[in-house]
């Protein structure tokens, strides 16, 4: 399974999106979308699309958590990061600071596929690409530039 993860667009959305978007079995925005016009292209793409709300966005039905279950891992999606890692959940994706990461906290996994507009501390904008094999994670940044 290859999940498309994105964060931060911030009303913006170069077209290159599109094109990695569309080998994906899903696709997984972590908040901070701003326009909705971006979720209607990434669902033009075919794989469906999971949201969360982040804290410029003001849709209110866009949930602030979701939990998911993908190959065998319990997956938390948010858009600001918890300060402690959270029970009964494997990995935690996450946007937010604008900063790639991928760090163990506890036992849980923290990702963040940075940001793809205004990226933070000398990052390159980004995306990423989560693949699941036989309850494994794959997380490869893809720069965009």
Not at 43 to 61: H, I, K, L, Y
Not at 86 to 111: A, I, M, Q, S, Y
Not at 112 to 141: F, H, Q, Y
């Amino acid at each position: 399974m290859s999940i498309f993860v994105l964060a931060d667009t911030h009303n913006k959305f170069p077209e290159k999106l599109l094109i990695l978007a569309r080998d994906a079995d899903e696709i997984w925005h972590l908040g901070d979308v701003c326009a909705e016009r971006i979720l209607d292209e990434l669902r033009a793409t075919g794989p469906p699309v999971t949201v969360v709300r982040g804290n410029c966005d003001s849709n209110f039905e866009w949930p602030l958590v979701v939990d998911l279950v993908r190959g065998g891992l319990k997956f938390r999606l948010e858009h600001i990061p918890p300060e402690r890692p959270p029970k009964n959940v494997d990995v935690v994706l996450h946007g937010h600071t604008h900063v790639p990461r991928n760090e163990r906290r506890g036992g849980v996994l923290f990702l963040n596929p940075g940001c793809v507009t205004r990226p933070n501390r000398g990052s390159a904008a980004s995306v990423a690409w989560l693949e699941i094999v036989d309850g494994k994670i794959n997380w490869r940044l893809v720069p965009l530039r």
